[in-house]
């Protein structure tokens, strides 16, 4: 064996080898990176972040999705999932949402009048300047709603469930509230002029500055509640619970019909011409 024997002669690596193993590795990093990409935007697409001030001037931010909707929706969306979709600029005029579930969707000035919304789920909603006159809510779930000057002029509210909900400055202006359950409410400065609320569950409701002018409040339960300089003219509270009300400076007048032996002036109220 001489030591020039080509079995045992040493060579010099290829340079070329580790470059085309790190120009691969290169392409196939750029392109998992690209998929990556692609997936994010497609998962981004259908959703939008929105922020929006509260009645306390305060920023609150959500993310929504856009809807997607089925080509008969609307008028038919019927027991429809549209929970937590982005709604902003449609029209859903005399739509049949009935049992639909709109849990923490956005209808911030969506058009939906006299909407059939009778059992829909609407928990959570964001709802602000939500035209909804003359809507059917009836067995609706309202629950920590976020309703802030919605209008619901005129709208069914029968047995449906407030509780917690914000209505600030909204007008409900001859709504029918009939068995309504609106305990902890708030209703600041709410248009409540002419609304049947008979038998209604007013229990810790914020009513301060309320307009319940020819309100129908007969055995309506109001325990707790806050009407401080609320108008209580005309108002029909007979039968109604009124234990722990505040009525201070609320003003009432001789119209305005109460409980068999209470005496409203002695929580605050004060009598008007």
Known sequence: ???TDPRYSWQAPSQSEPQRGRFI???FLSLAALAAVAL???????WRFECRLDELGERVCQLYKVASLPDSCPPTCAQLDLSGQQLRGRSFNQADLREANLERT???GVQMWQVNLAGANLTFVDGAYAQLMGANLTDARLNQAYLIHGNLLNANMTHAHL???DLYQADLRGARMVDVIAQGASLTGAKMNEINGLRADFRGADLRNADLYQALLKDADLRGADLSDADL????FRGAQLEGVN???AFYNQRT???AGFDPQRVGAKEQN
Request: no cysteine; glycine share 10%; charged share 20%.
């Open 1 to 3: 064996m001489t030591l």
């Open 25 to 27: 590795r290169l392409a």
């Open 40 to 46: 994010f935007v497609s998962f981004l697409r259908p």
């Open 106 to 108: 956005r209808l911030g």
């Open 163 to 165: 509780t917690g909900a």
């Open 233 to 236: 003219r005309w108002a029909d």
């Open 247 to 249: 009525l201070s400076g």
């Open 257 to 259: 019909r109460w409980p």
